[in-house]
């Protein structure tokens, strides 16, 4: 299939990159044009109170009449003519008679009459005459602390209105572009950020079940988000492997095991369909038939708890009595058997009674097993402080140190084992591994003083109360 050039991704990212962007510019713009006009408004304003000081200077009151002291100030080019950067000023009394009005005003008549009754020193206003927007200032004309007149003062905001409308009018000239703009920067962006992700993905396409060993080698910092995707997928395929060579070891030596009674099963029926026989040949035919299916039975059942990774136990909130177990059901099951066990009333365990039996049958019937006829086999269970130990002495064969880390891995058989002939289907120590594990415990292999081995259980305790 043909990967599209933008993706749905890339597409819905780019769109939201485009919007924030195109909001962004739109925010800009707007607040640019505000900082544009208070910098000008600001700057006329300055002009404004400077110029009404110099008038100020320029006025005497007497006898609460304001005359001018010299004209001078009033003879400058701003104030005769009409220019973008013109005066137009007013000078009233309390009742708004006017005493002055600078003489380009009679160029541009309808001026306004002044503010009274303003808290400010200045009071700056903007006013439209004839068409024309203007900024006003308005002052007071005291003598001593009373109010004898009004300063009223304009200018033009010909150039801040002319610069405001340049940059709106820009803005929007542009506002397209900068649209269009924004769309090939957002959609370069994205790809860009999902290039290693693109790369990841196809180095991750290229690990199958045939090549498993295959790693993700894109150089990324481990604290970063790609760097912590990439480790996160490599541990992904590490377990991922463990777990496929895993079942497909599993599956080869379940088979193997399995057609071992089966085959014994067939080769007996088919020897026992060819002719007539004896009872007694019927007899031990059935009987070796029976002793073979419920060897596949336990196989069946082992690998069945092997497969489910006993999750009952660790769930389990079944109590069990340790010491009913041993002294009934165990010391029954090996009655025939060189079997001592010591343990003391009322011991606890928490979990399922049944799983944690097959563990003590395993270890047991090992150390059965591989042990003489005239060995004894010996269960201790001693309770400490944390923890509720059960040991199991054996006097047989014993197992290298070499072999005690790797005998609970599934069907592995020890070399002094099979040098003994003695069957077995590897399965028994690693299901009460992994049932004793589920259950919040340890099993742990020593030698034994004299020869043989020690497994050593050690169970949390279990007090009740």
């Known amino acids: 299939m043909k990967k599209p050039l933008i993706t749905k991704s890339v597409r819905n990212n780019a769109a939201f990159l485009t919007l924030l962007l195109f909001i962004g510019y739109l925010i800009f713009s707007f607040f640019s044009v505000i900082q544009i006009n208070y910098y000008f408004t600001d700057n006329i304003d300055t002009r404004l109170k400077h110029e009404i000081v110099h008038i100020e200077y320029n006025l005497e009151i007497l006898d609460n009449v304001i005359i001018i002291r010299s004209d001078k100030e009033f003879q400058e080019y701003d104030m005769l003519h009409e220019t973008d950067n013109s005066f137009y000023l007013q000078i009233y009394n309390t009742k708004g008679e006017l005493y002055f009005q600078s003489k380009n005003l009679k160029l541009f008549p309808g001026m306004p009459t002044p503010i009274r009754n303003f808290e400010e020193e200045f009071l700056l206003l903007d006013e439209k005459v004839n068409y024309k927007g203007l900024r006003v200032c308005y002052s007071k004309v005291y003598f001593g602390d009373e109010i004898v007149g009004y300063i009223q003062l304009a200018t033009p905001k010909t150039s801040a209105n002319s610069a405001i409308d340049d940059i709106i009018a820009f803005n929007l000239w542009t506002l397209p572009l900068a649209f269009i703009l924004f769309v090939i920067v957002s959609l370069i962006f994205v790809k860009r950020s999902l290039n290693p992700i693109n790369k990841i993905i196809a180095i991750s396409q290229e690990i199958t079940a045939t090549n498993l060993s295959k790693r993700i080698n894109y150089e990324a910092d481990s604290d970063d988000e790609l760097g912590r995707l990439k480790f996160t997928l490599n541990d992904l395929f590490d377990r991922l492997e463990f777990q496929i060579n895993q079942i497909s070891q599993f599956s080869d030596n379940a088979s193997h095991q399995l057609m071992t009674p089966l085959t014994a099963i067939s080769t007996e029926l088919e020897y026992m369909l060819k002719k007539e026989h004896s009872s007694d040949e019927y007899r031990d035919t059935l009987k070796n038939v029976e002793e073979q299916?419920?060897?596949?039975?336990?196989?069946?059942?082992?690998?069945?708890?092997?497969?489910?990774?006993?999750?009952?136990?660790?769930?389990?909130?079944?109590?069990?009595?340790?010491?009913?177990?041993?002294?009934?059901?165990?010391?029954?099951?090996?009655?025939?058997?060189?079997?001592?066990?010591?343990?003391?009333?009322?011991?606890?365990?928490?979990?399922?009674?049944?799983?944690?039996?097959?563990?003590?049958?395993?270890?047991?019937?090992?150390?059965?097993?591989?042990?003489?006829?005239?060995?004894?086999?010996?269960?201790?269970?001693?309770?400490?402080?944390?923890?509720?130990?059960?040991?199991?002495?054996?006097?047989?064969?014993?197992?290298p140190d070499s072999e005690k880390t790797v005998v609970f891995e599934r069907f592995y058989r020890g070399e002094k084992v099979e040098s003994t002939g003695i069957k077995g289907h590897g399965l028994g120590l690693n299901l009460a591994s992994n049932i004793v594990t589920k259950m919040g415990g340890k099993i742990l292999i020593r030698d034994n003083e004299e020869k043989g081995t020690i497994f050593i259980l050690e169970m949390p305790k279990l007090v009740l109360e």
């Open 293 to 399: 299916t419920k060897e596949m039975v336990k196989i069946v059942k082992t690998l069945l708890i092997l497969a489910k990774d006993c999750s009952i136990c660790t769930d389990s909130r079944s109590v069990f009595s340790l010491s009913h177990l041993l002294k009934n059901e165990i010391k029954e099951a090996f009655k025939n058997n060189k079997v001592t066990i010591s343990v003391d009333e009322n011991i606890y365990l928490k979990g399922e009674a049944d799983y944690f039996k097959m563990v003590l049958e395993n270890l047991i019937n090992n150390a059965i097993k591989y042990s003489s006829e005239n060995d004894e086999v010996r269960v201790i269970v001693k309770e400490e402080l944390d923890n509720t130990i059960i040991s199991v002495y054996d006097n047989g064969i014993g197992i």
